[in-house]
Structure formats: structure tokens, C-alpha cells
């Protein structure tokens, strides 16, 4: 869902390098491309964010490139970092914190997928949806 009349928005090549930057920089991003959206899906898609810049920061050495489109029905993020691992899915242990990143971004995304970039790291795109307040 975007707004009528208007190009979807884009918001390319910025780099955050915390969780609480991407959320900031996404919340300004959904007001001005989603005026109307759901609290609930602009929820989603701030823990979304968070979740892939921090692996990002924590797993990959950091963000190299974050990428915010508003597409038909919803938001696409994408964040590319260094590393050529694929994310990986954890035995949750309930006594150990953390570990809950990859499942909440699948949980939360329509859609996520991995592009790996041999000898220049990946990018993960997660497509999450947008409702109308």
C-alpha cells in the first residue's frame, strides 16, 4: 500500500549500525511512505528491521548496505552485510538468552529470502505486509 497518486517510496543506501538506528530510520520512513498504516504491521515490520540489522551487526561485522521500498501491499527491506553465511536457525534454549532473531523475522515477513554475493557477502530482502489503520 502506498499512497495514491504517487511513485512508491525509497529509501537506499544507508548504512545503521544498531538495531535502534534502523528502527529509527524505518519509523521516519513509514510515516512518510504509510501515513495510514496499522500500528500493528508498523510494529512488525520496526522488529523486523531490528532483528536483520542487528544479526547483521552481532554475526556479519556489520551493515554494508539497508534498503526500505513501499511496494503493492506492503514494505521491503533489504540489508546486505559482509559475510557469505547463510542465517541459521537455532535450538531455542529457554536458560540462554537471544537466538530468537531469523525465527521472528520468518515469523513476521510474507516472504525472506537470502542472496549470497560470492566473495562480497549477502543481501536478505523480508517483504512485510501493510494494512490500512
Do not use: C, Y
Amino acid at each position: 500500500m502506498h499512497r495514491e497518486g504517487r511513485p512508491p517510496e525509497r529509501l537506499t543506501n544507508r548504512s545503521p549500525q544498531s538495531g535502534d538506528r534502523a528502527r529509527e530510520i524505518t519509523r521516519g520512513f513509514l510515516r512518510a511512505a504509510e501515513p495510514n498504516a496499522s500500528k500493528a504491521d508498523v510494529d512488525a515490520v520496526l522488529l523486523g528491521v531490528s532483528e536483520l540489522v542487528s544479526n547483521a551487526v552481532r554475526h556479519a561485522g556489520g551493515v554494508t548496505d539497508f534498503r526500505l521500498d513501499s511496494v503493492e501491499g506492503g514494505v521491503l527491506v533489504e540489508v546486505s552485510d559482509a559475510s557469505v553465511r547463510r542465517p541459521r536457525t537455532v535450538q531455542i534454549n529457554p536458560s540462554v538468552p537471544g537466538g530468537f532473531g531469523w525465527l521472528l523475522v520468518r515469523e513476521l515477513a510474507t516472504d525472506v529470502t537470502v542472496t549470497l554475493h560470492p566473495g562480497e557477502g549477502k543481501t536478505i530482502r523480508a517483504s512485510f505486509p501493510i494494512r490500512a489503520a
